[in-house]
């Protein structure tokens, strides 16, 4: 591997940034990850870590400690800071509580804990990845958005921001993420990188529609995997599930699209609710903790099994995850797709 140099990692989850930053040409030296499962299966995959990845709260975590677990001598500054501090108060779905629209969710400090390392780390570049509800303009975000670029800047560097969808970078599923780029500010503004791909996204079309998206199908053609415990969908209304064509959700049982018994209101669910992979397009967002209707289903009408999230994600197949079903489901719907992590951090590095 022709290495660019060293990163570290925060809020590392299972490594999909991570995973990235090496497909890139990076060594992740350290990492900070609090959950057990997800720091087992860095531990697991990645053989640069220094030493052991570090299990604490990381608003207790001195800088000098991570920068000591990736082996950096003292006054040595790191290549590469890469990490997506959770923030459960601006994603999509949590403005339906209020406390969440208040911004009162104590995950937002973890925003300045990444810019506490910034400024004491000084990397040579950073990348920062979040929902990108965080850039809404409303009492919750926008206070929050300000005060993080402000830091950014105070801590020396210049920044560029950009929600990039994952289905326009090569990756099987439409994931919109907030992607943050920085450089120390003698040097000129970072770039995101250009779509490879393009096609229908919601009601508009997005990215380079000159090669079209890859599909859920083209991801999962090939895949052989066997039944996993727990897949049926059952309850009050798993049967519903097969007669829903593939791509569609429960407004298919509505008035408004003719069904004869309609069993629901006109968007009276979240769109996500008993959602059915299509073959012929990338799989919707899969998130990291689904109610017992919430899509996407497979169109075998079931849920997706553990090789075809990975798959879903762009992580290899032989990727080890450690953890209970459910951990697995969390960590992967948490990552970011290691696919889009790798060309963004290329443009990022473009200059080296």
């Given at each position: ?69 990736a ?25 339906w ?31 920062l ?7 809404y ?6 206070p ?23 289905a326009d ?37 997005s990215?380079?529609?000159g ?12 895949l ?21 064509p593939?791509?569609d959700?429960?407004l ?58 990975k ?30 992590a ?11």
């Amino acid at each position: 591997m022709s290495t660019k140099g060293v990163a570290i990692s925060l809020f590392s989850g299972a490594g999909g940034l991570d995973l990235g930053a090496e497909q890139a040409g990076y060594e992740v030296r350290a990492a900070v990850e609090w959950d057990r499962d997800a720091a087992a299966t860095m531990e697991k995959n990645f053989a640069h870590l220094n030493s052991p990845v570090i299990q604490r709260n990381i608003l207790e975590v001195p800088t000098s400690d991570i920068l000591r677990a990736a082996g950096l001598p003292a006054g040595e500054r790191p290549d590469l800071l890469v990490g997506g501090p959770p923030c459960t108060p601006f994603s999509k779905s949590g403005f339906w509580l209020d406390w969440k629209r208040e911004g009162l969710d104590p995950d937002a400090s973890l925003l300045q804990a990444y810019t506490r390392v910034l400024r004491d780390a000084r990397p040579h570049r950073f990348m920062l990845e979040n929902v990108y509800a965080l850039t809404y303009n409303n009492r919750a975000s926008r206070p929050a958005f300000e005060r993080l670029l402000r830091e950014i800047d105070e801590a020396g560097y210049r920044c560029a921001h950009k929600v990039l969808n994952a289905a326009d970078f090569g990756v099987p599923q439409s994931r919109p993420r907030l992607f943050i780029l920085g450089v120390p500010k003698e040097e000129p503004t970072p770039a995101h990188p250009n779509p490879s791909h393009g096609g229908q996204w919601e009601r508009r079309v997005s990215g380079d529609p000159g090669i079209p998206h890859v599909t859920a199908g083209e991801a999962l053609k090939d895949l052989v995997t066997t039944p996993e415990p727990g897949e049926e969908v059952g309850g009050k209304y798993g049967h519903l599930l097969p007669d829903i064509p593939p791509g569609d959700n429960y407004l298919f049982y509505t008035a408004e699209r003719g069904h004869p018994d309609p069993l629901f209101r006109w968007r009276s669910k979240y769109w996500s609710f008993l959602l059915k992979l299509s073959p012929d397009k990338p799989a919707p967002t899969i998130q990291a903790q689904p109610g017992p209707y919430i899509g996407p289903f497979h169109w075998d009408n079931r849920r997706l099994r553990v090789p075809e999230v990975k798959r879903l994600f762009t992580y290899p197949d032989d990727f080890a995850f450690v953890g209970t079903r459910a951990s697995v489901q969390a960590q992967l719907g948490n990552s970011v797709p290691p696919v889009l992590a790798e060309k963004v951090i290329r443009a990022l590095t473009t200059a080296d």
